[in-house]
């Protein structure tokens, strides 16, 4: 260091040349000392490229100490720290530094100020203070700066006022990719994602971050089909997707369980050398939890270059999602482990103690539960809540799991006495089924699915003039039952099954392959189990409704276009009935195929007529 400092004294800007070769803090430290012993500090010009450099290295709080030496700042370096602080986690500060420039006489605010201001409040989700920032460029003549328009399109369509936003947009008398593209964000941060494609069809330029923001904004808005078909669309021509392209992709694969879709995705990213970084790591695993397949969920995570608790989870929750507890609890104690570094989190206690309810380990469960607060100082949420609730609901232990949820330090919320509800209905237990669903419908009166299982829990224990006021407050009060649909990916194309689907083009053909399943499964012992019908209708109405569901048209569609040995995966948004697990079970034990099923809980392992679940979900 001390011959470099030699060295570069003999030039005409010595300083300069020294913090331009600045590698290391500490190397910072010893010209700032030198400056300072040579009075060179006073020097604005030079002061200002010292401050620049400690905020392009996040050293804000030594640039603040440089900044105090300086006699007379001048509008650069006030600059400097707004647009240092507009993207820290103290955006404010960017508000103090503006305020503060125009105090000092004879500095006046640029094109290069308002930006950063407006990014500060975008940061901080401030309508108000947005209001105020845009006020001030009106005020002082950068209204037309384009610049200064981007950043007011940006900053009204991240906090929400996307009509602020579009006006701003319409007026701006020339329109670049930035303009477009925030406007495409506000669209579908608004969830108007009909809005935002057309205005990302009209666009003269795309770059990828705009295709990016379509693809993530179609995930984001549960339009996942169209997230991947966009992707396809970004590939076609000739755009080489990025790390949040495919995490957007990948995600979309989870949720559709289209694991043809996501192997092809992942096979993208391994030719075109994309980095797997920690998010587009994490996302992968969770793909291939949420697509049945955690043998390939386990060998992602293994080779991660870097773990954090969310990856953590992932893999933890996927565990759970399967009913594998042990490998659960296994993964959950190696994070604990002091040598991994890692620190859980609310939702990785979530994913751990859903194991525990999936496979009844109450005792354990609620050791977990304790030790959160007591060990790890998180204070359990109301999902935690939940899972013990459901835990000792799983469990039989009815009235313990209603005293809890009376005895909670917070308000339990409708999925808490929703969880209590359904383990009223596997345990038949009318009587706290029927205090607990009182408090659910005040609760949500338009949520038809506690209705549904309070008249179900009626049903079975044929209780049918409480099932018939249930059916007439529901008509009274318009409430709709949700439909139930079944997706089934074949050849990486994904098809949609809802009850009684007439629209898929080979519905005939579907149908046919139904009734000969059915053939095939009765000698096997099949009955129609009707006790999931709603009401009190005629039994063969009620067969005739049960063999429409969902996913039964998708399992025959499976069969009709798969090959023998291979699986059948079908995701479903709703809970299994309990007709639709016993007639699964039996076609896995009668066509000798494994049928892989992910409903609204959990997933399902049928193979042999035997379920994963032990028959308890």
Not at 185 to 197: E, I, P, Q, T
Not at 515 to 531: C, D, F, Q
Request: charged letters at 25%.
């Amino acid at each position: 260091m001390s011959s470099l400092v030699s060295q570069t004294l003999k030039l005409k800007n010595p300083k300069l040349l020294l913090l331009q070769n600045c590698s290391s803090f500490s190397d910072l430290k010893i010209i700032h000392a030198h400056m300072i012993r040579t009075h060179t500090i006073f020097d604005v010009f030079v002061a200002s490229r010292l401050i620049t450099l400690s905020i392009d290295n996040n050293l804000l709080d030594y640039a603040l100490q440089v900044f105090h030496q300086i006699p007379n700042p001048n509008l650069f370096l006030f600059n400097a720290f707004i647009r240092g602080y507009s993207g820290s986690k103290n955006p404010d500060q960017s508000f103090h530094f503006y305020i503060q420039s125009q105090r000092r006489r004879g500095i006046f605010p640029d094109n290069l100020t308002y930006p950063f201001v407006i990014k500060a409040c975008a940061q901080l989700q401030s309508l108000h203070m947005g209001i105020q920032a845009h006020t001030q460029v009106i005020k002082h003549g950068f209204d037309d700066d384009v610049y200064v328009q981007n950043s007011l399109v940006h900053m009204y369509a991240t906090v929400g006022d996307i009509d602020s936003a579009s006006f701003i947009f319409k007026s701006m008398s020339s329109l670049d990719v930035v303009s477009w593209t925030s406007m495409v964000a506000g669209y579908n941060k608004s969830g108007d994602v009909d809005s935002a494609r057309k205005l990302f069809d009209k666009m003269p330029e795309k770059n990828l971050v705009t295709w990016s923001i379509m693809i993530s904004g179609y995930a984001r808005n549960n339009l996942f089909e169209k997230a991947i078909q966009l992707y396809h669309v970004l590939r076609s021509e000739g755009i080489r997707a990025n790390e949040t392209v495919m995490v957007s992709v990948i995600s979309s694969c989870a949720h559709l369980g289209a694991i043809e879709e996501g192997e092809k995705a992942y096979d993208y990213i391994r030719r075109n050398k994309i980095t797997v970084n920690l998010i587009l790591g994490t996302a992968l695993v969770d793909m291939y939890a949420r697509c049945g397949s955690m043998d390939k969920a386990l060998r992602v995570f293994e080779v991660l270059p870097e773990r954090d608790a969310l990856s953590w989870t992932a893999l933890i929750a996927g565990f759970a999602m399967h009913g594998h507890a042990e490998q659960a609890l296994k993964y959950f104690s190696e994070m604990m482990m002091m040598n991994s570094g890692v620190t859980p989190r609310d939702i990785t206690f979530t994913a751990v103690l859903s194991a525990c309810s999936h496979r009844g380990l109450v005792e354990r469960g609620m050791e977990i539960f304790e030790s959160m607060k007591r060990d790890y100082g998180i204070e359990p949420r109301l999902e935690h809540y939940g899972c013990v609730v459901d835990l000792l609901g799983r469990a039989g232990k009815l009235a313990e799991a209603e005293k809890f949820v009376l005895e909670m330090p917070v308000k339990p919320n409708a999925p808490i006495w929703g969880a209590l509800l359904g383990a009223c209905r596997t345990y038949k237990n009318a009587e706290i089924a029927e205090r607990v669903g009182k408090i659910l419908i005040e609760l949500l009166p338009e949520h038809s699915g506690y209705y549904v299982l309070l008249s179900n829990v009626y049903a079975l224990t044929n209780k049918w003039e409480n099932v018939e006021s249930m059916r007439h407050m529901m008509k009274q009060r318009g409430v709709k039952k949700h439909p139930g649909y079944t997706l089934i990916e074949i050849d990486g194309k994904v098809h949609r099954f809802t009850i009684g689907d007439k629209t898929h083009p080979e519905i005939e053909k579907i149908e046919r392959m139904w009734e000969e399943i059915l053939r095939k499964i009765k000698p096997a012992g099949y009955t129609v189990s009707t006790a999931d019908a709603l009401f009190d209708i005629d039994q063969e109405e009620k067969e005739n409704a049960i063999h429409r569901h969902s996913e039964k048209l998708a399992i025959a569609y499976g069969i009709m276009k798969t090959k023998a040995h291979l699986s059948i995966r079908i995701v479903k948004n709703l809970r299994v009935c309990e007709d639709c697990h016993t007639a699964t079970k039996l076609i896995s034990k009668v066509y000798e195929r494994e049928l892989i099923v992910r409903d609204r809980n959990r997933f399902h392992h049928f193979k042999g007529g035997i379920c994963s679940c032990a028959d308890y979900w």
